[in-house]
């Protein structure tokens, strides 16, 4: 009786994560969604607890440990989800995903004593799977949070491609259970995998680390299924495929997003391959730059009709969400048309600038994609570009050799003034030169995106 | 071929969802890809029961320590995927004007 309370509880578990996930996708019902899906995943954890029976047909032992874990968990969990800042999202996603990589790791590690009972090949499976998500999530969280440099080992695809056959040998040797090498594979393929996850990760650059980030998420999905298949848990099974499948596609449609094939990011060293084209092709760039102060820009902005707010990258690490939203309200008070555009790809993740837009109150409807806002371009006075650079290179419409050639941008530059809020001449993630900077249309203001707009609030509100 | 044979029925079930999972995710804004993938991060935080039932069964004190561990990694997968994807989509609701 117990046993089959638990598969119905299980079952409804199954289809509130289906569901869940179906209502994550569509903007009224994504809270909705999220929560159902978290319903789901209490009752299945608490049905788990107190209805498991064990095939001796006995309820699980340790009970009041479990509960102390569980409580440590939750407790650390919801600290740490609700103190990250909004910008930091990304890492926390990655950090916690490598949690459920360990978890699964962990079952195996244990696993390793009833080898000989089950079957090898699922026990293999979610020790490698689980370990590579584990410590490549772990190394894409410190090189988001800048804790980790980018860094390229010579000739590191070989060594990886060396690395997965070696993984690949002993995984072999273990499943044949020869007893007298057993232990010692089983603990040098957890090692093995642990570094091919860190090696899987090291060169990719920051700016790709999103699909990264994506990719290891459906494996440790890949990894939940395994301890449903050795299991037979179909809850487990059922999310950790769904997770697995849906990651996986959500991989590609990133990838899509940037114009580049999932396999041209993971091998593709964007960072440094860039680089290395940046400094002969990107010198060829001659022009001046010019300059203009926080009143100038005022003055320009507040005799537009239109402005177009493109943010990037550099108005989240300044935080200047707010003062930009307190720009818009600002100039929106004069009569002035104000829109954002939204590259894809805009930040470290799809959708980060939404949310962080969002965070400061900025309407939903404001923030226009790309494919609505660039035909809107010709009819702008001018564009205010924070903290985004390679999204406006024009260099990927105009130049074959350049590393982002193809992917879709913004036509800014079809507006009448732009005007390029950044800290510096510095190249962007890309690390390539922004022909659009030297434009004659172009004018930058230099400074941290929190500072520069701060002022020009309070200039434009001099001009009153 | 045994190991196939034997769970057939699991079998199907990976399949029907590697197509449920793509049909999902198929025609989402792109504006709902953070969320997306990290309400998807909280769901394969279902790796947690394998955890559970581990140390349930766990005799020895090494193994009910890597378990112990395995449930806590596994709780904060969970619990901590649900509240950032909760914290990310509360800026999406309506607000007044």
């Known amino acids: 009786m117990q046993k089959h309370i638990l598969e119905i509880i299980y079952l409804i578990a199954s289809v509130t994560f289906i569901g869940g996930l179906k209502f994550l996708g569509h903007p009224s019902t994504a809270r909705r969604g999220n929560l159902l899906a978290a319903f789901g995943m209490t009752l299945a954890i ?4 107190f ?53 699964a790791m962990l079952i195996s590690l244990i696993e390793f004593q009833h080898i000989h009972e089950k079957s090898p090949l699922i ?34 695809q070989y060594i990886s491609i060396l690395l997965l056959l070696v993984i690949v040998y002993f995984a072999y040797d273990v499943s044949c259970l020869d007893a007298s090498t057993l232990t010692t594979s089983f603990y040098t393929l957890l090692a093995l995998s642990l570094l091919y996850g860190v090696l899987f990760v090291f ?29 037979d848990n179909k809850v487990m099974l059922v999310g950790g495929i769904l997770v697995g499948s849906a990651g996986t596609l959500l991989t590609i449609v990133m990838c899509n997003a940037m114009n580049r094939s999932l396999l041209n990011v993971l091998i593709g060293n964007f960072g440094g391959s860039a680089a290395a084209s940046g400094s002969t092709g990107g010198s060829g760039i001659q022009g001046n730059i010019k300059e203009l102060t926080a009143s100038d820009a005022a003055i320009l902005m507040k005799y537009a009709k239109k402005v177009v707010i493109v943010p990037g990258y550099g108005l989240a690490v300044a935080q200047a969400q707010h003062v930009v939203h307190e720009l818009e309200m600002l100039l929106e008070s004069e009569g002035i048309e104000v829109k954002y555009a939204i590259h894809p790809v805009a930040g470290r993740m799809p959708g980060h600038m939404n949310v962080l837009l969002a965070e400061s109150n900025v309407s939903y409807d404001k923030l ?14 001018v564009v205010l570009v924070v903290g985004a650079n390679d999204v406006v290179n024009p260099a990927a419409k105009t130049d074959p050799s350049s590393p982002i050639y193809g992917m879709p941008i913004l036509d800014v530059e079809s507006a009448q003034h732009v005007i390029v809020n950044k800290r510096s001449m510095k190249a962007g993630y890309a690390g390539i030169e922004n022909e659009l900077f030297y434009h004659a249309k172009t004018s930058m203001l230099f400074g941290d995106a929190k500072k520069a707009l701060t002022q020009l609030v309070s200039e434009i509100k001099a001009l009153g | 071929m045994e190991l196939i044979s034997q769970h057939m029925e699991l079998i199907y ?4 969802m590697v197509f449920v999972g793509i049909e999902i995710i198929g025609h989402v804004p792109s504006v709902l890809h953070t969320p997306l993938m990290s ?59």
Not at chain 2, 52 to 73: C, N, P, R
Request: glycine fraction near 14%.
């Open chain 1, 46 to 49: 608490f049905g788990t607890l």
């Open chain 1, 51 to 103: 209805l498991y029976q064990t095939d001796q047909g006995t309820s699980l032992k340790n009970l009041p440990f479990i509960f102390l874990a569980l409580g440590i968990g939750t407790l650390l969990g919801f600290v740490a989800a609700k103190k990250v800042q909004m910008t930091a999202m990304p890492e926390m996603v990655s950090l916690f995903n490598g949690m459920g990589g360990a978890c």
């Open chain 1, 123 to 156: 026990i293999l499976a979610g020790l490698i799977i689980g370990s590579i998500s584990f410590s490549g999530s772990i190394v894409a969280w410190g090189k988001l949070s800048g804790k980790i440099k980018d860094f390229n080992l010579k000739f590191q």
């Open chain 1, 203 to 231: 060169p990719i650059g920051g700016a790709d680390m999103p699909v990264v980030i994506s990719l290891l998420n459906s494996f440790t999905g890949v990894a939940a299924a395994c301890g449903g298949f050795l299991y």
């Open chain 1, 368 to 381: 226009v994609e790309m494919e609505e806002i660039n035909p809107e371009f010709t009819t702008t006075d």
């Open chain 2, 13 to 16: 079930l990976i399949i029907l």
């Open chain 2, 39 to 97: 309400g998807a991060n909280a769901i394969h935080g279902v790796v947690i029961i394998g955890s559970i039932i581990v140390m349930g069964e766990s005799d020895s004190f090494l193994y009910q320590t890597i378990g112990f561990v395995a449930v806590i990694l596994g709780t904060l997968n969970v619990v901590g995927g649900f509240v950032v994807t909760d914290r990310m989509l509360e800026m999406f609701k309506k607000k007044k004007s």
